[in-house]
């Protein structure tokens, strides 16, 4: 995964030994370095009503653009950044930018959409969680009614009753909460319906599978039929075709997001797209 020049000849012969860890090392530093110079950017892909085909939010998806190499994606970084701590500060980063960004919009009249925020679940479990979200409210005057936070099932991981009572506390400040990748983790019925959640999301891996798996189907039913006697609504992700859509339409799932509608875009794009969208009202 990591390229081997990044190593460097030298260090690639000395430290032959440890010939695995060092371009990681390379990779952290460059990240490190990446978070000072501002070469972190946010895209954001819309969530689309099945209803009326409306955008009603946008979800925050990080991106490093490095000077040498161009545009890094997530699953390259992201887990490096967990290994590391650095997802803190990093976490910390989004969560601002995407705050400044829903005042922004609302200055410039595009709101009332939710922007959609994904939280690492070392991020969630840090002890000082609610304390620096509040932080991160008070700095940014944003409104969290606009935010929603995407956890995974890993946030479980930790204690139930301190995840349940975090949540608690996020959802009393306002925030939307949403359950993201639902169904890849390590998912336990108990929990569901304990947790303030707003949105079930159905990962990508269920929808894309959806035209040759007659067992995805009925599961991607099932979910959708749960989420509405829990009263929660229900995001699929990784919409690429009509037909997906059409199905989903069909068993009353609520929203998606994919290809389909549209990639994630940068600032600029998803400014055009959400402009377009109020002036058609
Ligand atoms: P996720 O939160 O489940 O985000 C959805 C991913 O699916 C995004 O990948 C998005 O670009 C991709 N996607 C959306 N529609 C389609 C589609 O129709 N087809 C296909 N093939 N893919 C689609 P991305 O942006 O590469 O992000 C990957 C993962 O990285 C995210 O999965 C999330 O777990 C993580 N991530 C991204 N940004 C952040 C962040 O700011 N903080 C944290 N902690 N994790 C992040
Ligand atoms: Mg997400
Ligand atoms: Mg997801
Ligand atoms: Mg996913």
């Not at 946010?42 to 998806?61: C, D, F, M, R, T």
């Not at 983790?185 to 929990?191: I, K, V």
Request: hydrophobic share 40%; net charge negative; with cysteine.
């Amino acid at each position: 995964m990591y390229k081997v020049k990044e190593a460097g000849k030298n260090h690639y012969k000395i430290y032959h030994a440890e010939m695995d860890i060092e371009p990681q090392v390379t990779m952290e530093n460059a990240l490190r370095k990446g978070i000072e110079r501002n070469e972190l950017e946010l895209y954001y892909q819309p969530q689309v009503s099945l209803e009326n085909n409306k955008i009603v939010g946008v979800e925050a998806l990080l991106r490093w653009i490095r000077p040498d190499q161009g545009m890094v994606p997530p699953c390259e970084f992201i887990p490096l950044a967990e290994e590391t701590g650095l997802i803190l500060p990093l976490g910390e980063w989004v969560l601002k930018e995407a705050c400044l960004q829903s005042v922004k919009w609302g200055e410039q009249g595009i709101l009332p959409i939710r922007i959609a925020v994904n939280i690492s679940a070392i991020q969630f479990q840090q002890n000082n969680f609610i304390e620096k979200v509040t932080e991160t409210l008070f700095e940014t005057k944003a409104n969290p009614e606009n935010i929603e936070l995407e956890i995974t099932e890993s946030v479980a991981m930790g204690s139930i009753e301190e995840t349940l009572s975090k949540l608690q506390s996020l959802k009393e400040m306002g925030f939307h909460i949403a359950m993201d990748d639902f169904g890849t983790g390590y998912s336990s019925l108990q929990y569901l319906n304990q947790y303030p959640i707003d949105h079930l999301k159905i990962d990508r891996s269920f929808i894309s599978s959806l035209h040759t798996s007659e067992k995805n189907v009925a599961i991607v039913k099932l979910i959708v039929l749960m989420a509405k006697g829990l009263n929660y609504k229900v995001i699929a992700e990784g919409v690429e075709d009509d037909s997906q859509k059409l199905f989903l339409r069909s068993i009353e799932c609520d929203e998606y997001q994919g290809y389909l509608f549209s990639p994630p875009l940068n600032r600029l794009d998803t400014e055009v797209l959400l402009q377009k969208q109020l002036t058609k009202k």
